[in-house]
């Protein structure tokens, strides 16, 4: 069991830059599998980008060439650097780990088994 605190959203103007931090309450290492979704008022919770343990990086295609995922292993932060925001970006922002990497390291959110609570990021016009 991992606990995962997120923070760095905010309200940003279109076009501007936000990163995201996910802080692990411990050291996660060997295989692993970790991600970044998100989730409007509505709508469902939505895989953006995900991270492995072989350094492989996944982005759903709505964030491609905007959004870059990251770890540093030392600080066991996972991060998500978010380009070119677009008002369709607002949303709550979740980190997760998926423990088992089964069935795979995915951006499906039913197959991560822990999640933090969130951090808000609220794109302006």
């Known amino acids: 069991q991992v606990q995962l605190v997120e923070s760095g959203g905010g309200s940003v103007q279109a076009g501007g830059s936000l990163r995201l931090s996910c802080v692990a309450s411990?050291?996660?290492?060997?295989?692993?599998?970790m991600g970044w979704f998100r989730q409007a008022p509505g709508k469902e919770r939505e895989g953006v980008a995900r991270f492995d343990s072989d350094g492989d990086t996944r982005y759903a295609d709505s964030v491609k060439g905007r959004f870059t995922i990251s770890k540093d292993n030392a600080k066991n932060t996972l991060y998500l650097d978010i380009n070119s925001l677009k008002p369709e970006d607002t949303a709550m922002y979740y980190c997760?780990?998926?423990?088992?990497?089964?069935?795979?390291?995915?951006?499906?959110?039913?197959?991560?088994?822990?999640w933090g609570q969130g951090t808000q990021v609220t794109v302006t016009s």
């Open positions: 411990r050291y996660i290492s060997g295989r692993y599998c």
């Open positions: 997760a780990e998926n423990p088992r990497v089964w069935p795979g390291c995915t951006l499906t959110a039913r197959y991560y088994r822990y």
